[in-house]
Each structure stands twice: as C-alpha cells, then as structure tokens.
C-alpha cells in the first residue's frame, strides 16, 4: 500500500529554536496533505490541511505564523515550528491520499515527536 | 463533520472476538465510516471502511445498520498486538478527505 514517511522521527530542540518536519509520500503522488496534533492520551486534531502550489488551510486556533506550511512538491510538505516553546511538544502526525486509490483511506507517516526544553 | 461516539475503553482476553460500536446518530447520506487503529507513538494505520451492510477483509469485520446510525468493529479472536487505539470516523466520499478524530477506543488485550 501507499507510504507516507516523517523525517525526523524524534527532535529535542532549545525554546526559542525552530524546527521543521518533514512528510513525504514515498509512492504516490499528493496535492493534499493533512498535519495533526496529538498531546499524550489525547486524540489527534487537526492543524492544517496543506496544499501543493498553494497556501495552507490552518484550523481554528493555529496559529499560521508559529507552524509554517510548505507544499512545495506533489510528495513532500514540511511543517516548521517557529520560536518553539515547551507547550509545543507533541507529537506531530502527517497524512495524505493516494487520489489513484478507490478509498478514501488516508496514509499516516510514522509520525515526529518535537521535545521543547 | 458529523460526531462520533465510541466506549472509551474495553478489555478483552487474547483469543476472544472483540466487538467496538460506535453511535453516529447525525450521519449524512454521503458520508463512509472508517475505522482506524493506533498504536502508541505511531501514525493512526486504515483498518477497514464500509457504507452500509457488511464489510469484511483480511483483519476486521464491520457491521453498519440499515439507518446507519451506528456501526460495529468486530475484531476475531484478539492477540496482544491488537491492543491499541481504534478511532471511527466519518468522512464524506467527495471531496475533502479531511478526517475529524474523537477520543477512540482504548482495547486492552488481556493474556
């Protein structure tokens, strides 16, 4: 099946520091990418939806200027967390469609867990 | 989106057929179900998606009632590599596959 990889899976960074992830799909071709937000034994919420070519959609309460959005090719979208800060330590979730598939199955990446100190 | 609601958790002992339902009362016309399984410190993985009636494939059941209010995860004869999170939602076939998550299912695999 479809693959969706993040890079890195793990990051510890100082307050203050910015740091990107990346979601790649590995075998399939997006133009929308979705990135969630999980904090411990909570579920997953949604941040944005990210587009190729085009600017995000943020939700309610993102802040767009902190977790920056880039879709710049059809297989790769980069979440940046600007000036970080201990309450943004989470774990971060990328997701996508394969539009060639006849579900509407999304593909999560392994996911990337962003350590504030 | 519509709304979904499922027990928060449930224990099971290895070898027993488990069984999730989940209440989707607002459900619209367009929209599948889908079930979803996370293990901790991982990306959510598809289990299984269905409309209406039965839907089987090669690791869940899911069972969806004539008024579709309500469908159930049947997951046979557990092992303790099952013990995760399962989350059902709902998402339109056209369009946006943006999906909402509620808080899930926590299954406990009991030996």
């Known amino acids: 099946g479809a693959v969706v990889s993040q890079h890195p899976s793990r990051v510890i960074c100082k307050s203050g520091t910015s740091v990107k992830i990346e979601c790649r799909s590995l075998d399939f071709q997006a133009t929308t990418m979705f990135w969630y937000r999980q904090f411990p034994k909570q579920s997953l919420m949604l941040m944005a939806t990210s587009n190729e070519g085009s600017k995000a959609t943020y939700e309610q309460g993102v802040e767009k200027d902190k977790f920056l959005i880039n879709h710049a090719s059809l297989t790769l979208s980069t979440l940046t967390v600007t000036s970080a800060h201990p309450e943004d330590s989470s774990f971060y979730i990328c997701s996508a469609r394969d539009p060639q598939a006849n579900t509407g199955e999304l593909f999560f990446g392994e996911g990337s867990r962003l350590t504030v100190l | ?111």
């Open chain 2, 1 to 111: 989106l519509a709304k979904t609601t499922q027990p928060i958790s449930m224990d099971s002992y290895e070898g027993q057929e488990v069984n999730i339902t989940c209440s989707h009362n607002n459900i619209a016309t367009n929209d599948y179900i889908t079930w979803y399984q996370q293990f901790p410190s991982q990306g959510p993985r598809f289990i299984i998606q269905g409309y209406k009636t039965k839907v089987t494939n090669e690791v869940a059941s899911l069972f969806i009632p004539a008024d579709r209010k309500s469908s159930t995860l049947s997951l046979p004869r557990v092992s303790l590599s099952d013990t995760a999170v399962y989350y059902c939602l709902l998402h339109s076939g056209a369009g946006s596959y943006q999906l909402t998550f509620g808080k899930g299912t926590k299954l406990s695999v009991i030996p």
